[in-house]
Antibody
């Protein structure tokens, strides 16, 4: 059974960089059968896709966030990571990592981690 | 990329059927058979309920079904149960090779 777990600071100051890591267990990121995604959900609002990465390092980003987002992968640790720069209060959200099938359906999700942007 | 359009809320009584719509464009919903539906209970991560328009992952009850006509996809839940009360989100593959989510629909079981 594939499991994903997000980790990282729960509080980030405005203008700083938000950094999160997703650790995958029960399956290998390097298998090549899936993409690996980050999605966020502001309190009380809907889901917003941030971006996804393939084990080779190729990435796709949400155009609205592209200038501030970097997603990377570490196959040796079976992890992938998210960096979001120049954060504001509008970036406060629960951040999820997920596995992505062909057709871009997200079939396994982490439990999510709340990141608050505040001084 | 604009979010897909879903009704903000739907409701139904136990045992009834409800349908949630998800409207996009020919660049997403209408152009590909890659529509997914997710169920999210409060404080929980989303759960994949339907993929590729009408396929159910293992373990999802057959009370949940999906369909598509033109630029609109639909999720139907038959034999509504109390535990179906949740938020539901649709998602589609787009011509940019990226996914787009709907705004979400709150299902209330009366």
């Amino acid at each position: 059974q594939v499991q994903l777990q997000e980790s990282g600071p729960g509080l980030v100051k405005p203008s700083q960089t938000l950094s999160l890591t997703c650790t995958v267990s029960g399956g290998s990121i390097s298998s090549g059968d899936y993409y690996w995604s980050w999605i966020r959900q502001p309190p009380g609002k809907g889901l917003e896709w941030i971006g996804y990465i393939y084990y080779s390092g190729s990435t796709y980003y949400n155009p609205s966030l592209k200038s501030r987002v970097t997603i990377s992968v570490d196959t040796s640790k079976n992890q992938f990571s998210l960096k979001l720069s120049s954060v504001t209060a509008a970036d406060t959200a629960v951040y999820y990592c997920a596995r992505v099938k062909i057709g871009l359906s997200h079939d396994y999700w982490g439990q999510g981690t709340l990141v608050t942007v505040s001084s | 990329q604009s979010a897909l359009t879903q009704p903000a809320s739907v409701s139904g009584s136990p045992g009834q059927s409800i349908t949630i719509s998800c409207t996009g464009t020919s660049s997403d919903v209408g152009g590909y058979n890659y529509v997914s539906w997710y169920q999210q209970h409060p404080g929980k991560a989303p759960k994949l309920m339907i993929y590729e328009v009408s396929n159910r992952p293992s373990g999802v009850p057959d009370r949940f079904s999906g369909s598509k006509s033109g630029n609109t996809a639909s999720l139907t839940i038959s034999g509504l149960q109390a535990e179906d009360e949740a938020d539901y989100y649709c998602s589609s593959y787009t011509s940019s090779s990226t996914p787009v989510f709907g705004g979400g629909t709150k299902l209330t079981v009366l």
